[in-house]
């Protein structure tokens, strides 16, 4: 079995003791050894800087129910920039327009095809300026809808009917695509759903239970991220 796919098993036997006993067992980790994830930064106006303690949320969910410790303190990272690399997780949202020139599309791709991972949610009226840009990263590569079977929707809490739906945004169901590079999902990007606005429970206000759904369709990006095989 792959290391990713060995550690996502171990993942989810931890987790299911951890919510039987009460917690989950820990290490004192220094923090400059925990994983450090990112935001990414872009130009064209859209507010890729909105919500901000969305992913610090999520980083303290997920430090609290899976035995990954990652650093609370994220950082933002141009999309053109080489410190990419320094991450296995990056995160991309907002609201409005995007631009992305050749050079930071093909250090994107290289990012993404040398085993990192990017996770966009739509924050309601960035489909139609995130979806050119995809396509500008990956000419040659479709958005493929992913079915609800698929693992990211099981890595650790069950979503059986797929992405939960956070935010109304225009009342379509929630869909949840990926591009995958030699059969590795290097790209999921959500619609009509909204997770982030969910992870921002101190800005939007929710029902408890969105909030949570999100929180653990999180979990299951990152332990998906994190573990699955390069």
Same mark, same amino acid.
């Given at each position: 079995?792959?290391?990713?796919?060995?550690l996502s098993?171990?993942?989810?036997?931890?987790?299911a003791?951890?919510?039987?006993?009460?917690?989950?067992?820990? %290490?004192?980790?220094?923090?400059?050894? %925990?994983?450090?994830?990112?935001?990414?930064? @872009?130009?064209?106006?859209?507010?890729?800087?909105?919500?901000?303690?969305?992913?610090?949320?999520?980083?303290?969910?997920?430090?609290?129910?899976?035995?990954?410790?990652?650093?609370?303190? @994220?950082?933002?990272?141009?999309?053109?920039?080489?410190?990419?690399?320094? @991450?296995?997780?990056?995160?991309?949202?907002?609201?409005?327009?995007?631009?992305?020139?050749?050079?930071?599309?093909?250090?994107?791709?290289?990012y993404?095809?040398?085993?990192?991972?990017?996770?966009?949610?739509?924050?309601?009226g960035?489909?139609?300026?995130?979806?050119?840009?995809?396509?500008?990263?990956?000419?040659?590569?479709?958005?493929?809808?992913?079915?609800?079977?698929?693992?990211?929707?099981?890595?650790?809490?069950?979503?059986?009917d797929?992405?939960? %739906?956070?935010?109304?945004?225009?009342? %379509?169901p929630?869909?949840?695509?990926?591009?995958?590079?030699?059969?590795?999902?290097?790209?999921? @990007?959500?619609?009509?759903?909204?997770?982030a606005?969910?992870?921002?429970?101190?800005?939007h206000?929710?029902?408890?239970?969105?909030?949570?759904?999100?929180?653990?369709?999180?979990?299951?990006?990152?332990?998906?991220?994190?573990?699955?095989?390069q």
């Open positions: 079995m792959p290391f990713r796919s060995l098993a171990i993942l989810v036997l931890l987790v003791a951890g919510a039987a006993a009460g917690d989950l067992p820990r %290490k004192n980790i220094p923090e400059e050894d %925990k994983i450090r994830i990112a935001r990414i930064q @872009y130009r064209g106006g859209g507010d890729w800087y909105n919500d901000p303690s969305s992913l610090t949320n999520l980083i303290d969910f997920a430090n609290r129910h899976i035995p990954l410790s990652i650093q609370r303190s @994220y950082d933002d990272v141009s999309i053109g920039s080489r410190d990419l690399y320094q @991450y296995p997780f990056v995160f991309m949202t907002g609201h409005g327009n995007i631009d992305v020139n050749a050079t930071e599309a093909a250090n994107m791709r290289e993404l095809d040398n085993g990192g991972f990017l996770y966009i949610d739509d924050d309601y960035f489909d139609p300026y995130v979806r050119p840009v995809i396509e500008r990263i990956f000419p040659d590569e479709d958005l493929v809808e992913l079915p609800a079977s698929y693992p990211i929707y099981s890595t650790v809490f069950d979503f059986p797929g992405l939960p %739906k956070i935010h109304e945004h225009d009342g %379509k929630p869909r949840g695509f990926g591009i995958f590079r030699n059969g590795r999902l290097v790209l999921y @990007y959500t619609y009509e759903t909204n997770l606005d969910g992870w921002a429970f101190d800005v206000d929710n029902p408890e239970h969105l909030t949570e759904a999100s929180l653990r369709m999180g979990v299951n990006l990152l332990v998906y991220a994190l573990t699955s095989p």
